[in-house]
């Protein structure tokens, strides 16, 4: 079995390596057998503390407050991503910042230090693997290869015999110095490898250390460098050199002999692998000249806000009640479901296995319907909570690997972010930028593109924002860059098959395509009436839902 992936791998005492262990002294770090405890505590030097293994994740290990030396930073600031105590959240630098529990982020950064571990081990450690064999397999190829140039030299020099045996040994030197740039080209791409794999030792090493550690300061000020490495090192291509067969013509001997083509080096940049969620590349389709409307819905409600499709043919709609219904192309009422709480829903998403998502501001749950049974996934804590902020879920979509990113704003109203849950699990939350300014003015409708960048619709900052998934901001849209009459008014947005990014702008009637870096494409019009949600089927039609006349408008614009 591999080491690195060894999953049942007994734990050996430290001082002896050969017998399991079953101690360990949190004084020294280190682990022991009971052969070996006797001997441990016989250095008087120290003031052991022995317990049981099985103990030591149950005593967490939380690290000094800087500030102050007499506190253990039990809290973690949410701001500014970093462990500190009760008194500094209360009275220090960190007060009025949102704080959490130290070990419920340990234990969320613990399940993203084991999907790295994860990532490294089945999926970038192999393909480097992979890499260097390919060139020693390519590098034994090269005697052979150069071997068969020099015969087909040295046979064309026999048969021309002493008249062209200079220009034969020119021959033979030319490709001898084509074939140590070959090599010495592909012993530098090895070397380039062989330190990126033993970077990678070190940091599976290193993870394997903090996931088998019980020290919290190690966890929390891990930072991952998968993304580093998912982009391949730069792979070199060389084209064997070959001769191409000329007619002798003793008069103009050298000018005639067999040209050999020069050495081509040429470098392939490495490919970025996809992580885990990171879907194929569909086939290209281009925009139409002319969209075309395909069908209306008529809803019944007196306002419509949101629209999710269930298939190309059958969308679930939000108006300005408790009901959700869903409606086929004809406006035929299939299914119509009510809000447990009996308020009004925020907004509805449909999960990749057809189940219906929806948000309840005022309850602060987010609820799924399946079998037209309601179950409250998630609640957010309510009423006043000191020294944390209270947060309302608003807008929701499904990602590509079934999580939900949810849109939110404080109960004061004043600050917003978009919260990733895999389940009932908060994974990610995404706030702030890299200076710590907040990236939203307000939340409103969310999409997941297909190259996984998050898209919000600000609507009190009138842009589209768009952050990686790691939440790094790639980009604010704010209109067509010629247009200064129109303020542009973003409220429902979608994605497409070719990653263009799709936003209902309200007051001017139409909607704005995108690129996934940002770039303007092109209005769509269609006569629509202040359009508000917006989705995209599995065909790249999109469905408009209209505020004022409560229709859905179905549209080919591919």
Same mark, same amino acid.
């Given at each position: ?7 049942? +791998? ?23 057998? &009971? ?20 103990? =030591? ?79 020693? $397999? ?14 087909? #030299? ?8 002493? +008249? =062209?045996?200079?220009? /034969?040994?020119?021959? @033979?030197?030319?490709?001898? +110095? ?59 291509? &060389? $084209? =064997? ?53 395909? #069908? ?15 298939? +190309? ?9 408790? $009901?959700? @219904? ?24 449909? $999960?990749?296995?057809?189940? %219906? ?21 998630? *609640? %957010? ?24 990113? /949810? *849109? ?55 842009? /589209?924002? &768009? &952050? ?33 990014? %799709? *936003? #209902? ?44 006349? #409560? ?8």
């Amino acid at each position: 079995m591999h080491p690195r992936r060894s999953a049942q +791998e007994v734990l050996l005492c430290d001082l002896c390596e050969t017998v399991p262990l079953q101690s360990h002294c949190e004084v020294c770090d280190v682990n022991l057998c &009971v052969n070996c405890v006797g001997k441990h505590l016989s250095d008087s030097s120290k003031k052991h503390n022995v317990i049981p293994y099985l103990q =030591i994740k149950s005593t967490p290990n939380y690290p000094r407050c800087s500030k102050h030396a007499d506190k253990h930073c039990e809290l973690h600031c949410d701001k500014c991503d970093i462990p500190v105590c009760s008194t500094c959240a209360l009275f220090g630098e960190h007060k009025g910042h949102d704080v959490s529990d130290v070990l419920e982020k340990l234990k969320i950064k613990t399940q993203n230090l084991q999907k790295d571990l994860e990532e490294i081990e089945t999926k970038i450690y192999p393909r480097y693997e992979e890499m260097a064999s390919d060139i020693q $397999t390519e590098k034994a190829e090269i005697e052979t290869n150069y071997g068969e140039l020099t015969a087909t #030299a040295e046979q064309e020099g026999e048969s021309l015999h002493q +008249e =062209i045996t200079a220009i /034969v040994n020119r021959r @033979k030197s030319d490709i001898q +110095e084509m074939k140590n740039k070959h090599l010495s080209t592909l012993n530098k791409n090895t070397d380039e490898i062989t330190q990126k794999i033993t970077e990678l030792n070190q940091i599976i090493s290193d993870l394997k250390s903090i996931l088998k550690s019980n020290d919290v300061s190690l966890t929390s000020t891990y930072k991952s460098r998968n993304s580093e490495f998912r982009t391949l090192p730069s792979k070199v291509r &060389v $084209t =064997i050199p070959r001769f191409s067969a000329q007619k002798i013509n003793k008069d103009q001997l050298n000018e005639m002999f067999s040209s050999l083509s020069p050495l081509s080096i040429n470098t392939e940049h490495g490919d970025t692998m996809k992580s885990a969620e990171a879907v194929l590349s569909p086939p290209v389709k281009p925009l139409l000249d002319d969209p075309r409307l395909t #069908a209306a819905i008529d809803t019944g409600y007196n306002n419509l806000y949101s629209v999710s499709c269930l298939s +190309e043919d059958q969308v679930w709609t939000l108006g300005a009640n408790k $009901t959700m @219904k869903l409606l086929n192309l004809q406006s035929k009422l299939l299914t119509s479901i009510q809000t447990k709480s009996g308020n009004a829903p925020r907004d509805v998403a449909v $999960t990749r296995d057809g189940d %219906l998502v929806y948000t309840d501001t005022v309850d602060k749950t987010i609820n799924l319907v399946k079998n037209k049974q309601i179950h409250t996934v998630i *609640t %957010l804590q309510k009423g006043w909570i000191p020294f944390r902020q209270v947060w309302k879920p608003c807008y929701v979509c499904c990602t590509a690997c079934n999580d939900l990113l /949810v *849109t939110m704003v404080s109960d004061d109203d004043k600050q917003s972010k978009v919260v990733r849950y895999s389940g009932s699990t908060e994974t990610q939350s995404i706030q702030f930028d890299d200076e710590g300014r907040p990236l939203y003015s307000s939340v409103g409708y969310i999409s997941e593109n297909r190259n996984l960048d998050i898209c919000v619709a600000d609507n009190k900052a009138r842009a /589209v924002v &768009v &952050v990686n998934q790691s939440g790094k901001l790639r980009f604010r849209y704010t209109g067509h860059p010629s247009n200064t009459k129109q303020s542009f008014d973003p409220h429902g947005i979608n994605t497409d098959s070719q990653s263009h990014i %799709l *936003t #209902a702008d309200c007051p001017n009637n139409r909607i704005h395509i995108l690129d996934q870096d940002g770039q303007f494409l092109r209005y769509i019009h269609c006569d629509l009436e202040f359009p508000w949600g917006l989705c995209v089927d599995i065909r790249d039609n999109f469905f408009v839902a209209e505020w004022f006349t #409560a229709e859905v408008k179905k549209i080919q614009y591919l």
